[in-house]
């Protein structure tokens, strides 16, 4: 029993391998299409000669929509079963990919993206349960490196992606990229993943699905608001912030009566889960957040094109690739408690380097920076989810990773609001131009708005003079940003510090391995 317990994290066999395969192209599509459609924004204005908030909807409603469905994800799993249910979702979200080509007006993007957002929103929970209960607990950890890959290389490859195909072609290949790889997955799920065997006993929670999908919706849809507003105190950000915050409170009290609730909150009575969830959860807020303005600054205050600020990013993604596989390993062999402080610390040294960001910082610099923050992220993120779902039983899997990935979604929405609203107050505070008004708004326009404007290209009459000084204020205002930001990655450190630093009794772990292939055929 030892020796064979022992030998099963030694390969990743074939059939697993394959199982892989079809659910990193379905996060490949998923993520990439995220940070594709964010360089897409200023050509959406143009095309539908529409706002930036107008646009921006593309976005929130895609999130909107991903809230809404995730939380369906684990029941809906264990009541279809995970092969039909993971093709039903890479069908909607080709399905809506094809749509958003069509789309003739901001309106019909935006609601297309919403039927995009409903397919994507299973691809990411359902694809770690099949990984998960594909290779048992002994091998979470490779596996999960395996699909940490586009987790990571998804925000760099994103923007050198989308720039590209701009420039060659036009917006809708932004769309229309998904098409080819989500026929390919589907062919390739159709014969790749096992037959279902799904479990019809379980009722569906109507009563929790009617506060925990609105409400998510509701406060995420808050958040989202609160970029555009500036302040927590518009209408429009804190009553639905609120709203939804009452009605999600709700379903937490709720959801330990009945047998089977949408989202069972009873799994955090697992320490590990609820140490990693935690961990997990404060690290995409600080991480994630900060991580979307890397590309801004390279845009706005040094002026690179999309793709050269995609390609600035690389080093990030080359870390990350390098340290991945061996953090994986690891994560089979070393509690995670032992080696994820060391990656976060690496984190956290490379971050420091963007507190420092001038005008003319030198590249070679922050490219070195980014380096060592993917070495971080590479022995991060994955080995806290592989924390996370190693100690569940088969039948809990599909729960346990949706709540992991709703938590993700709502410290992703949180950091980026965070990050935007103290970048945006900063550029606000920077002295007015004289005679320069926004042709929009009408109100006048900043020293730090007129530079970022050169710098993108637009032809504004603006003295040397000013163009270095508003360039000056951009600069120390993404600096600021940049220490909240390494503050909020201190502060991973403390959950972090609590995951798990000893090996699980061999007999659980032993357990779930012997019935982890059961459930998969």
């Known amino acids: 029993m030892t020796d064979q317990s022992a030998a099963a994290p030694a390969k990743l066999d074939a059939a697993v391998l394959k199982v892989a395969g079809v659910v990193v192209l379905g996060a490949i599509m998923s993520i990439l299409d995220i940070t594709v459609v964010s360089v897409a924004l200023p050509t959406f204005q143009s095309e539908f000669d529409a706002t930036y908030a107008q646009v921006a909807w593309t976005m929130t409603g895609y999130t909107l929509a991903l809230a809404t469905v995730i939380p369906l994800s684990g029941w809906a799993a264990d009541r279809f079963g995970t092969k039909r249910l993971y093709m039903m979702a890479l069908l909607l979200f080709t399905l809506g ?22 397919g994507g929103g299973m691809l990411m929970p359902i694809g770690m349960t099949i990984m998960t209960r594909a ?45 080819p790889i989500g026929i390919i997955a589907l062919v390739y799920a159709q014969f790749a993943l096992p037959k279902d065997e799904p479990h019809a006993s ?19 849809y808050g958040v989202s608001s609160l970029p555009e507003e500036g302040t927590i105190t518009a209408t429009k950000v804190w009553t639905t912030m609120l709203i939804g915050a009452v009605l999600v409170v709700a379903f937490v009290f709720y959801s330990f009566k009945p047998k089977h609730p949408l989202l069972d909150l009873r799994l955090l009575k697992n320490r590990n889960l609820s140490v990693a969830s935690l961990s997990l959860f404060v690290f995409v807020i600080a991480f994630m957040g900060a991580g979307l303005l890397f590309p801004s600054y390279f845009l706005q205050v040094r002026g690179e094109g999309t793709l050269d600020a995609g390609l600035l990013m690389a080093p990030q993604g080359i870390g990350a690739v390098l340290t991945m596989p061996i953090a994986g390993m ?43 923050m993917g070495l971080g992220m590479g022995g991060t993120m994955m080995p806290i989810m592989t924390s996370a779902l190693r100690t569940l039983q088969p039948l809990e899997v599909a729960r346990g990773s949706t709540l992991v990935n709703i938590l993700q979604q709502i410290g992703g929405s949180i950091g980026t609001a965070i990050m935007s609203v103290i970048l945006t107050s900063r ?4 002295p007015d131009v004289p005679g320069l008004t926004n042709p929009q708004t009408g109100e006048a326009t900043t020293e730090a708005a007129a530079a970022i404007g050169v710098q993108q290209g637009a032809q504004i009459p603006l003295p040397p003079e000013i163009l270095q000084r508003g360039l000056q204020y951009a600069a ?25 630093r000893k090996r699980p009794p061999a007999g659980e772990a032993g357990e779930q391995a012997v019935e982890a292939p059961i459930m998969m055929h």
Not at 342 to 351: K, T, Y
Not at 476 to 499: K, Q, Y
């Open 476 to 500: 120390d205002s993404f600096a600021t940003t940049f220490w909240v930001g390494f503050a909020l990655v201190l502060a991973t450190f403390i959950p972090i510090a609590f995951l798990p």
């Open 135 to 179: 290779a048992g607990p002994e091998r979470i950890g490779r596996l999960m490196a395996v699909l940490g890959v586009p987790m990571l290389l998804g925000p760099i490859g994103g923007p050198i992606l989308g720039g590209w195909l701009i420039e060659v072609a036009s917006w809708h290949w932004v769309f229309l990229i998904n098409l």
């Open 330 to 372: 690891l994560a089979d062999k070393i509690p995670v408690g032992r080696t994820v402080p060391f990656a976060m610390a690496l984190i956290a040294v490379g971050f420091l380097g963007f507190t420092q960001v001038g005008t003319d910082t030198s590249y070679l610099f922050l490219c070195g920076s980014l380096f060592v």
């Open 97 to 118: 990919s094809v749509l958003c080509a069509t789309a003739g007006s901001i309106e019909q993007l935006v609601a297309y993206r919403v039927i995009q957002g409903l």
């Open 427 to 430: 550029l606000n505070g920077s």
């Open 202 to 220: 379980e009722s569906f929670d109507f009563v929790g699905m009617l506060m925990l999908s609105p409400g998510l919706a509701l406060f995420l």
